[in-house]
């Protein structure tokens, strides 16, 4: 078939040797309109140029990552979830002790390790450090590891995201300086500093603007790495701090998730617009992850409160989901969403692993947790969930049982590839 297209475009390139009757390639009286509109079919290219698309709606899994968070592109990512949701659970879930060795021997270092896990283009993940001087790499497919970077043993950031290009966005927390690590080359680089406040950022959300936004803990003022100019800066209106995560809707919007904050500040990365949600949270470390599903709904995973919400964004309701079995405080820290349309919290001081369906918000106790505490974790390519490892000493995985798998689009999209 390419070589019909190759030949075909040949042909139409020797036809338009005439002087053409524009220079603009979107007039159809240009001789080489033709033969430009068929070259942007044959790469596949999905710009806007001329007012239209010619490769329109493609599949979810042929997508690069850093189209899936486009507001046109949403059907398709809703299509492609849903489908993998249908197919289900097979084998019943499982701990699993993927490597041998103790963290503690690996990166040489006190515990606390890590806190955070993201999805690369390279198809490895990257465990995020916490006190551990080391940034972890983990092969999931051959389930080897690397130790690479050098930092102080303090927390100096708290999670981060995936930014265009295989680059990966820090958030600072007890630092000034805004760190980014370049997964092509293992290379770490300062963006820039600002004058910040101790525990300053909890995390950080790729917007489709190009901007990497930082989500305030102790800090007010929303602050951005804009990646195409290069620069940091900041959103005018100040939000009330106290938030664990932030969750990407279709819409450009970001949902910040109250931790100690008593109101769910909503930032519009169209235009940097500030909105407040009339819902009033308990505060106190409340929750702790927000989790956005398919069918349009952030979920939002409790730290220390006792129920878990949804926020219904076509009504924008709060609405009450499930109570968590034996509530405690500090319970989880970090939640991934699984092809089989599960929620698996990550436990940190709660003692067992569960489970939360979406489908009928069924919430399943799985297993004990063994000793120690993880926060975060990524979705590896088989279903599987790499924890990230806080305090406890070992190399573990969630096998999920999830018969359905997300492709490499997904996993590192914008929308879940975060914390």
């Not at 760190?179 to 004058?195: H, K, M, P, Q, V």
């Not at 949902?255 to 909503?266: E, G, H, K, N």
């Amino acid at each position: 078939m390419y070589h019909f297209f190759i030949s075909l475009l040949a042909f139409v390139f020797f036809i338009s040797c005439s002087t053409p009757k524009s220079e603009n390639l979107c007039d159809t009286e240009n001789s080489k309109f033709i033969s430009n509109l068929l070259f942007r079919f044959f790469i596949k290219d999905k710009s806007d140029q001329c007012g239209y698309k010619v490769n329109s709606n493609p599949p979810a899994c042929e997508l690069n990552y850093e189209e899936t968070h486009l507001d046109v592109n949403w059907p398709a990512i809703q299509k492609e979830m849903e489908s993998q949701f249908l197919l289900g659970s097979g084998a019943s879930e499982s701990l699993i002790q993927y490597r041998p060795e103790s963290i503690g021997a690996v990166i040489s270092s006190s515990f606390p390790a890590f806190q955070g896990a993201l999805n690369a283009p390279n198809g490895n993940i990257y465990i995020v450090p916490y006190y551990s001087p080391k940034i972890l790499e983990v092969n999931p497919i051959s389930k080897s590891y690397s130790i690479m970077g050098s930092f102080s043993e303090s927390v100096e950031r708290i999670g981060g995201a995936l930014g265009p290009a295989g680059i990966l966005y820090f958030a600072p927390h007890l630092v000034a300086d805004f760190y980014a690590f370049n997964t092509n080359n293992n290379s770490i680089s300062i963006l820039g500093n600002e004058s910040l406040a101790t525990a300053a950022y909890n995390g950080a959300i790729y917007a489709p603007n190009g901007k990497i936004y930082y989500v305030p803990s102790s800090e007010t003022i929303i602050r951005y790495y804009d990646t195409n100019t290069k620069t940091i800066g900041q959103v005018t209106t100040p939000t009330s701090g106290g938030f664990s995560t932030g969750v990407l809707t279709p819409q450009g919007k970001i949902y910040f998730i109250p931790l100690t904050s008593t109101r769910m500040y909503i930032l519009d990365t169209k235009d940097d617009s500030v909105t407040i949600h009339p819902y009033v949270y308990p505060g106190g470390s409340a929750y702790i992850s927000g989790v956005l599903t398919p069918n349009g709904r952030i979920y939002m995973i409790p730290h220390s409160a006792t129920q878990v919400l949804y926020l219904d964004l076509s009504s924008n309701e709060i609405v009450l989901a499930g109570n968590i079995p034996s509530p405690g405080s500090s319970m989880f820290n970090g939640a991934v969403i699984a092809p089989n349309g599960k929620i698996y919290p990550i436990p940190e001081n709660y003692p067992n692993f569960i489970s939360f369906d979406t489908k009928d918000h069924t919430i399943s106790t799985l297993f004990p947790k063994p000793t120690g505490s993880y926060r975060g974790g990524a979705l590896g390519p088989e279903g599987e969930i790499y924890l990230a490892p806080h305090t406890t000493d070992r190399f573990d995985l969630i096998q999920t049982g999830s018969l359905g798998r997300f492709c490499q689009s997904l996993r590192l999209s914008p929308y879940w590839n975060k914390l």
